[in-house]
T-cell receptor, first 116, second 116 residues
Framework: AQSVTQLDSHVSVSEGTPVLLRCNYS??????LFWYVQHPNKGLQLLLK??????LVKGINGFEAEFKKSETSFHLTKPSAHMSDAAEYFC??????????????FGTGTQLKVEL | DGGITQSPKYLFRKEGQNVTLSCEQN?????MYWYRQDPGQGLRLIYY???????QKGDIAEGYSVSREKKESFPLTVTSAQKNPTAFYLC???????????????FGSGTQLSVL
């Protein structure tokens, strides 16, 4: 069984300040982890993914996330927020098992608001 | 251009009526998925298909049915047995069904279903 918890449903930051979106997961196997972003009126877009290579993963638009097995966390960060970052962000876990459909479990989402 | 097309964008259902949501992809992907998105909840898996003529129930399959007669098409029928069908429905696909390196999902633009 696998699960993912996004600890904050809403995060508000000022433009130019750091962003931290928190995600904790549980998985019976070595998981793959993803962050997706959903902008209003647009489809979901993959930001970055971890698949057992380097624990610090760099994604698009300056975002990165660090896989910490000891803390079962995969928090998303960005050094400096931009207005265009305002969107909803989903943390996703996959157990990566073959034959199981590689079902993905989505977190409940974090709405990021960026203020001037 | 390759991609996933969902139609219609908005759909209304009357009480006791079955409605079918279309999902077509020209990416030559093996696996296709249907997710449902409700406010405050993460995407939940309804049905998925790893290969033509085969599909499996996801976490919330009751009240839904699917077919996979062609590789490029995975229509979802919301039946009258689904008592709370109002939601945003997302179709997704990905190239393969095994291993950790190919779980990136490609998403359609979604269908908003509402009950009259």
């Amino acid at each position: 069984a696998q699960s993912v918890t996004q600890l904050d449903s809403h995060v508000s930051v000022s433009e130019g300040t750091p962003v931290l979106l928190r995600c904790n997961y549980s998985s019976s196997y070595s998981p793959s982890l993803f962050w997706y972003v959903q902008h209003p009126n647009k489809g979901l877009q993959l930001l970055l993914k971890y698949t057992s290579a380097a624990t610090l993963v760099k994604g698009i638009n300056g975002f990165e996330a660090e896989f910490k097995k000891s803390e079962t966390s995969f928090h998303l960060t960005k050094p400096s927020a931009h207005m265009s970052d305002a969107a909803e962000y989903f943390c996703v876990v996959s157990d990566g098992l073959t034959g199981g459909g590689n079902k993905l479990t989505f977190g409940t989402g974090t709405q990021l608001k960026v203020e001037l | 251009d390759g991609g996933i097309t969902q139609s219609p964008k908005y759909l209304f259902r009357k009480e006791g009526q079955n409605v079918t949501l279309s999902c077509e992809q020209n990416l030559n992907h093996d696996a296709m998925y249907w997710y449902r998105q409700d406010p405050g909840q993460g995407l939940r898996l309804i049905y998925y298909s790893q290969i033509v003529n085969d599909f499996q129930k996801g976490d919330i399959a009751e009240g839904y049915s699917v077919s996979r007669e062609k590789k490029e098409s995975f229509p979802l029928t919301v039946t009258s047995a689904q008592k709370n069908p109002t939601a945003f429905y997302l179709c997704a696909s990905r190239p393969g069904t095994g291993g950790k390196g190919n779980e990136k999902l490609f998403f359609g633009s979604g269908t908003q279903l509402s009950v009259l």
